[in-house]
């Protein structure tokens, strides 16, 4: 069974903080990884993706990937109260097209 | 390009009623996935399709589920009866062949009473 996860948190950050969200999976033969952010009430919204090993940096938000030990992260520097929502983790797994996705973690950031 | 629309947004329905969940993708998107999201369980994907056919049912719940995608235009997905535990967020989503990501519809909220 291919997994993605995620802690559930809520993890809770102070405004202007580096928010850290971290992802595992279990398939080797994932190539690719993207994260999505899902306000509450709302549909997921892809904000970055990852295909190779190392940082993946656009505006605020740093993606990082690391194969060997089959670990995607997510940094979000300058946290807002904007950015509270639910950050979704996900890869491709199995037959081209099938992306896995973790429960997600919440973030809160406090004013 | 408007994006993937899905309808209604909101759907309430007595339990044993039948349910029909629409879809319309991006065009040019080759894949379409029909997903289901509660607290619980989180997103499931139910089924998806390539070029319109049918290629891992494998996430439908049961038999009171069916999906159908006629052309690369319109999917359906259709719940024959039923039942207060199907009451979840149903989202539509589509992607290009070659990868990229998905991009999710607006989402259907389904509450059976």
């Known amino acids: 069974q291919k997994e993605v996860e995620q802690n559930s948190g809520p993890l809770s950050v102070p405004e202007g903080a580096i928010a850290s969200l971290n992802c595992t999976y279990s398939d080797r033969g994932s190539q690719s990884f993207f994260w999505y952010r899902q306000y509450s009430g709302k549909s997921p919204e892809l904000i970055m993706f990852?295909?190779?090993?190392g940082d993946k940096e656009d505006g605020r938000f740093t993606a990082q990937l690391n194969k060997a030990s089959q670990y995607v992260s997510l940094l979000i520097r300058d946290s807002q109260p904007s950015d509270s929502a639910t950050y979704l983790c996900?890869?491709?797994?199995?037959?081209?097209?099938?992306?896995?996705f973790g429960k997600g973690t919440k973030l809160s950031v406090k004013p | 390009d408007a994006g993937v629309i899905q309808s209604p947004r909101h759907e309430v329905t007595e339990m044993g009623q039948e349910v029909t969940l629409r879809c319309k993708p991006i065009?040019?998107?080759?894949?379409l996935f029909w997903y289901r999201q509660t607290m619980m369980r989180g997103l499931e994907l139910l089924i998806y399709?390539?070029?319109?056919?049918?290629?891992?049912d494998s996430g439908m719940p049961e038999d009171r589920f069916s999906a159908k995608m006629p052309n690369a235009s319109f999917s359906t997905l259709k719940i024959q009866p039923s039942e207060p535990r199907d009451s979840a967020v149903y989202f539509c989503a589509s992607s290009p062949t070659g990868g990229g990501g998905y991009t999710f519809g607006s989402g259907t909220r389904l509450t059976v009473v």
């Open positions: 399709f390539n070029n319109n056919v049918p290629i891992d």
């Open positions: 065009s040019g998107h080759d894949y």
């Open positions: 996900a890869g491709y797994g199995g037959s081209q097209g099938n992306l896995i």
């Open positions: 990852i295909y190779s090993n």
